[in-house]
């Protein structure tokens, strides 16, 4: 995050952070989203409420909300 990209991607960005630093990351992250593409791939249900589009991948089978 230190140089300016084009998109960033995160695996399970808040796996293991308590409830509090949880949120912390996705303000974080919702605004990096307001400037750039942003790809959470993540099993946390944080996200869901926080995201535009969300892809669910269901035994190799893509499934788009």
Do not use: Q
């Not at 995050?1 to 695996?11: C, M, P, Q, V």
């Not at 912390?24 to 959470?40: F, M, S, T, Y």
């Amino acid at each position: 995050l230190l140089k300016k990209k084009e998109i960033a991607i995160f695996d399970e960005p808040t796996s293991g952070l308590d409830a509090k630093t949880e949120l912390l990351v996705v303000r974080v992250l919702k605004e990096l989203a307001k400037e750039i593409p942003v790809v959470i791939i993540t099993h946390s249900e944080v996200w869901v409420g926080n995201s535009d589009r969300i892809i669910n991948i269901v035994n190799g089978v893509s499934r788009y909300s």
